[in-house]
């Protein structure tokens, strides 16, 4: 026997307001308002915040690229890493780790670089100290593009001691991308303490196949 009219009508209305919900709710987290005042405080042109009220920004990354901003992180910098967040179907969450990278003088192309490879949030504290030791940006990415490769590299300190070793940043990165462990940064070091030259010590490292 299928159910009274009256019943049936109550079902249908139940069913049009869950689905009215269910769209609603969406809704209203995506018109939800996102106060821009912490740009404004960190001194982001009307144009940068016109930018990144285009991406959608969340309040959590306004207050994120205020402190990567507040760091010394460029406006357009800031831009183009909620742009790679969005490449990366994420939001912007380094704004710390951005500042920090800045702050031990890394370029922000170079930060930029590190977001593209997802590495600023699990290794820019590493970054920057190698970056302190007086290593380029060049053997930092290269670096972070094998870490992201999931291949292996030479720790900060193996790359600080070869360079005060005296083994140019041009070898250092020629050596990374060969595949130098610590292993072998150890004997490069031994090497170059012993007055191998750079090309003795890359003739002793031959690329792998």
């Known amino acids: 026997m299928g159910l009274p009219s009256l019943s049936r009508q109550r079902c249908v209305l139940a069913s049009a307001l869950l689905v009215a919900a269910a769209f609603a709710a969406p809704a209203c987290r995506r018109f939800e308002y996102v106060s821009m005042r912490p740009l404004d405080d960190a001194g ?3 144009s940068s ?3 990144l009220q285009q991406l959608d920004v969340t309040k959590e990354e306004v207050a994120e690229l205020a402190k990567a901003a507040n760091g010394g992180v460029d406006q357009a910098t800031c831009i183009l890493l909620v742009h790679v967040a969005r490449g990366q179907k994420t939001h912007f969450a380094e704004g710390d780790a ?3 990278l800045h702050a031990a003088g890394i370029a922000d192309e170079t930060i930029v670089e590190l977001a ?3 590495q600023i949030a699990s290794w820019s504290g590493e970054a920057a100290a190698i970056r302190l030791t007086g ?3 060049r053997v930092i990415v290269a670096v972070a593009q094998r870490r992201a490769a999931g291949m292996p590299v030479p720790s900060g300190a193996s790359l600080a001691r070869m360079k ?9 990165v020629e050596l990374i991308n ?3 462990t610590d292993s072998g940064a150890a004997t490069v070091e031994f090497q170059k303490k012993h007055r191998w ?3 003795q010590i890359l003739h002793d490292f031959p690329p792998k196949s």
């Open 98 to 100: 951005a500042a920090s």
């Open 135 to 137: 290593t380029s940006d």
């Open 178 to 180: 060969r595949g130098l």
């Open 164 to 172: 005060d070793a005296g083994v140019s940043q041009a070898t250092l």
């Open 197 to 199: 030259t750079d090309e």
């Open 49 to 51: 915040i016109q930018q």
């Open 44 to 46: 982001f042109r009307y």
């Open 116 to 118: 593209r490879l997802r």
